[in-house]
C-alpha cells in the first residue's frame, strides 16, 4: 500500500512501539488517527505533526472506548488502514497475577481487537484497497513462563488473524499479522530487562519495529516474524514442541528467581 495521502488508525499510539510508528508513518505523508491512553504524549504527537494526525484518547479496554475509536473513525470519514498496536503484558507466575492482572490482558490484548475489527469493517469495506494489521508478540507462537496469559491472548490474536484473513479473503480488505520479539519499551519491567539480559534475550529498539510494521504495510506481508532465533523457534514450537519445552526448562530457574523479585517488588 502506498502511504502518502492514506488515512491510518493507530492504536496503542501512546507507547513505545505506537509512537515510533505514528512518528514513521506521518514522515511518509499519512494522515493519522493515533489512539492511546496518555493524553499528554498525544498531544505532544500532535504538535509535532499538526497537518498529519489527529488523536482520541480511549481506553480500549472498556466498550466506550471501543465506540469512540470507532466513532472518531466515521467522523474523519473512513480510514484505509487500521494498525492495532495496543497492548498490555503482565511479568510473573499465574499464581502471582490477580484476577484484575488477568483480566484487563485479555480485555486490552484480545477482546478489544476483535470488537474494534467488528465496528471498523463496514468503513474499511468502502475503500477500494484496505489493509488492518494485528501487532502481535514472538509468544503468540511461543508459549513462555513468566507471561501465560500474555502468551494466551497473543495466541488468540494470531488465530483471529489468519481467521479473518481468510474470512475476507474475496473482499477489499487486506489482514496482516506482525510478531515483534522483546523490544526495549516501558510496557516491560525493570525485572524483564534484567531477566532478558541474563538469559542472553536480545531487546530491539521500537523504531526497529515501527519500521517492519511500516514496510509491512508496503509489502502486505501476510504475516512477518521479527528476529532471531526467536523466528526460528516459533517454526520449531509448531513442528517439534517438545524440544522448545526441553530447551525453556533449561531456562525456568532464571525466569522464576526474575519473577520472585518482581513480585516483591511491587509487594514493597
Not at 541474563?198 to 526497529?208: C, E, N
Not at 516474524?225 to 517438545?242: C, Q, V
Request: proline share 5%; with cysteine; net charge positive.
Amino acid at each position: 500500500m502506498e502511504l502518502n495521502g492514506t488515512r491510518v488508525l493507530v492504536t496503542g499510539a501512546s507507547g513505545g512501539i505506537g509512537q515510533a510508528l505514528v512518528e514513521q508513518l506521518c514522515a511518509a505523508g499519512a494522515q493519522v488517527l493515533a489512539v492511546g491512553r496518555d493524553a499528554d504524549r498525544l498531544a505532544d504527537a500532535q504538535e509535532r505533526f499538526p497537518q498529519a494526525l489527529r488523536r482520541v484518547v480511549a481506553d480500549l479496554a472498556t466498550i466506550a472506548g471501543v465506540d469512540a475509536v470507532a466513532a472518531a473513525a466515521r467522523e474523519l470519514g473512513g480510514v484505509d488502514c487500521v494498525v492495532q498496536a495496543a497492548g498490555l503484558n503482565r511479568f510473573g507466575l499465574v499464581e502471582q497475577q490477580d484476577d484484575d492482572a488477568i483480566a484487563t490482558q485479555v480485555a486490552l490484548n484480545l477482546v478489544a481487537p476483535m470488537l474494534l475489527t467488528r465496528r471498523l469493517l463496514p468503513l474499511l469495506r468502502e475503500r477500494p484497497r484496505a489493509l488492518l494489521l494485528f501487532v502481535g508478540s514472538t509468544f503468540g507462537a511461543i508459549g513462555y513462563p513468566g507471561f501465560a496469559p500474555y502468551s494466551a491472548t497473543k495466541f488468540g490474536l494470531r488465530g483471529f488473524a489468519e481467521a479473518l484473513r481468510r474470512e475476507l479473503a474475496d473482499g477489499p480488505v487486506r489482514v496482516l499479522y506482525l510478531a515483534p520479539r522483546a523490544t526495549r519499551t516501558a510496557m516491560n519491567a525493570s525485572a524483564v530487562v534484567a531477566m532478558n539480559r541474563a538469559l542472553g534475550v536480545a531487546m530491539d529498539p521500537p523504531q526497529q519495529v515501527a519500521a517492519a510494521i511500516v514496510q509491512a504495510l508496503r509489502d502486505e506481508s501476510p504475516e512477518r516474524h521479527l528476529g532471531w532465533p526467536e523466528k526460528f523457534f516459533a517454526r520449531l514450537n509448531r513442528l517439534l514442541p517438545r524440544v522448545v519445552d526441553r530447551a525453556l526448562r533449561g531456562q525456568l530457574a532464571t525466569i522464576r528467581r526474575f519473577a520472585h523479585s518482581e513480585s516483591e517488588e511491587i509487594r514493597s
